[in-house]
């Protein structure tokens, strides 16, 4: 028996499998499927991570469209007048931002500042050790001629894993919004 003899032996019942083979590598009707395959999973980790950045600069737009209405009622002095306590005052805050945010996410920070040069230094600041710190917000709308600084925060939550370690700002992987407004009081009777 020849060396080539055998190897046609050994060829025949391999014969059907080589030819499936070369039919397959040629056959190109899946390839569509192959490609959206592999393309799918960053498309939708772009389109995720698309729509979580979207809905931090919602949030936020909203946040601060609140902040700055509520912040009216003690800019006027009808907070102040009426006698609002910090949970009405929040409850004001929360009537701007209720499409987007759950009230009970919204924390409000209200208090005076003795100049405009010093409002944002040495006040209040929410996140302490990589957490939110809700232990020091106040309520002190102050009096008429009063400088003011209103501040509300919510904690948003991510979608996208991949996302938060990029956005998160707290050591719960949260992202914590904040919008403030500053003013003085006027002088209302």
Same mark, same amino acid.
């Given at each position: ?84 306590? +910090?949970?009405?005052? &929040? ?7 209720? /499409?987007? =945010?759950?009230? #009970?996410? @919204? ?26 710190? +809700?232990?020091?917000? &106040? ?7 009063? /400088?003011? =600084?209103?501040? #509300?925060? @919510? ?35």
């Amino acid at each position: 028996m020849s060396a080539s003899s055998g190897f046609s032996v050994l060829a025949r019942p391999m014969a059907p499998a080589i030819r499936l083979l070369r039919r397959f590598r040629r056959d190109e009707r899946g390839s569509y499927a192959v490609e959206m395959a592999l393309v799918a999973v960053p498309f939708f980790a772009l389109l995720f991570a698309t729509f979580d950045t979207a809905m931090i600069f919602f949030k936020n737009e909203y946040l601060q469209t609140a902040v700055s209405d509520a912040g009216r009622l003690i800019f006027t002095g009808q907070a102040q007048t009426e006698g609002y306590t +910090q949970a009405q005052f &929040k409850n004001a805050v929360c009537d701007g931002v209720k /499409i987007m =945010i759950p009230c #009970a996410d @919204v924390s409000v920070d209200v208090r005076t500042a003795a100049n405009f040069k010093d409002a944002g230094t040495g006040q209040f600041s929410p996140i302490q050790a990589g957490a939110f710190n +809700q232990t020091g917000l &106040k309520y002190d709308p102050g009096t008429r001629g009063s /400088i003011v =600084i209103v501040s #509300a925060y @919510v904690q948003h939550t991510m979608f996208v894993p991949m996302i938060a370690n990029v956005y998160k700002n707290l050591s719960n992987g949260k992202f914590l919004l904040s919008a403030s407004a500053a003013f003085r009081n006027e002088p209302y009777n």
